[in-house]
């Protein structure tokens, strides 16, 4: 099982819809998420951070965190077509400690299509 | 200043030569990263420097060899490298080591011939 699994996608949704994207992780000692987006030929950019169960909006944007179904999902809000783009879920996880360990874990990603 | 700039953009070396990658941060980061990714993968992480000390290294292989003179810069020195190399290598910078707000380069996109 891969630590972060997301859907691959392609996921086309027209313009001004409500694009989901969903993101699961295996280790329960998970303890920070991430969405980064990335365009075709340009690098990842964070885009949203969540640390706590619930929701976090921020603009168009809103993370939403289960960790006890080890869950986080990205909703965008009227979707524009600047919008396409690969979006990459990522995790940082506790050590044993319970601090956490310096290795951002990427899941495969999911590309975004926004079709006007 | 919010960026991290990597020179060059683009590198074609011969599997004999010797090249460095330049990678240089103005936001007063305490860590700093080097990732490489492959097309339509993820980026893999390389090699991750704290306070200037080596923290991290993913089991790179040591014809990847890192070095970080300064808080700002990080260089990656090249050699005897082999096609599958071949990939866009991305430096980021975050507060901390332990911080998963990463700020990305542009990244270098190499060929190794």
Not at chain 1, 32 to 57: A, C, H, T, V
Not at chain 1, 103 to 109: A, E, I
Not at chain 2, 2 to 8: A, F, H
Not at chain 2, 19 to 30: A, D, I, P, T
């Amino acid at each position: 099982q891969k630590e972060v699994e997301q859907n691959s996608g392609p996921l086309s949704v027209p313009e001004g819809a409500i694009a989901s994207l969903n993101c699961t992780y295996s280790d329960r000692v998970s303890q920070s998420f991430f969405w980064y987006r990335q365009y075709s030929g340009k690098s990842p950019e964070l885009i949203m951070s969540i640390y706590s169960n619930g929701d976090k909006e921020d603009g168009r944007f809103t993370a939403q965190l289960n960790k006890a179904s080890q869950y986080v999902s990205l909703l965008i809000r009227d979707s524009q077509p600047s919008d396409s783009a690969t979006y990459l879920c990522a995790v940082i996880r506790a050590n044993a400690g319970g601090t956490s360990y310096g290795k951002l874990t990427f899941g495969q990603g999911t590309i975004l299509t926004v079709h006007p | 200043d919010t960026e991290v700039t990597q020179t060059p953009k683009h590198l074609v070396m011969g599997m004999t030569n010797k090249k460095s990658l330049k990678c240089e941060q103005h936001m007063g980061h305490r860590a700093m990263y080097w990732y490489k990714q492959k097309a339509k993968k993820p980026p893999e992480l390389m090699f991750v420097y704290s306070y200037e000390k080596l923290s991290i290294n993913e089991s790179v292989p040591s014809r990847f060899s890192p070095e970080c003179p300064n808080s700002s810069l990080l260089n990656l020195h090249l050699h005897a490298l082999q096609p599958e190399d071949s990939a866009l290598y991305l430096c980021a910078s975050s507060q901390g080591e332990r911080d998963g707000e990463q700020f990305f380069g542009p990244g270098t996109r190499l060929t190794v011939l």
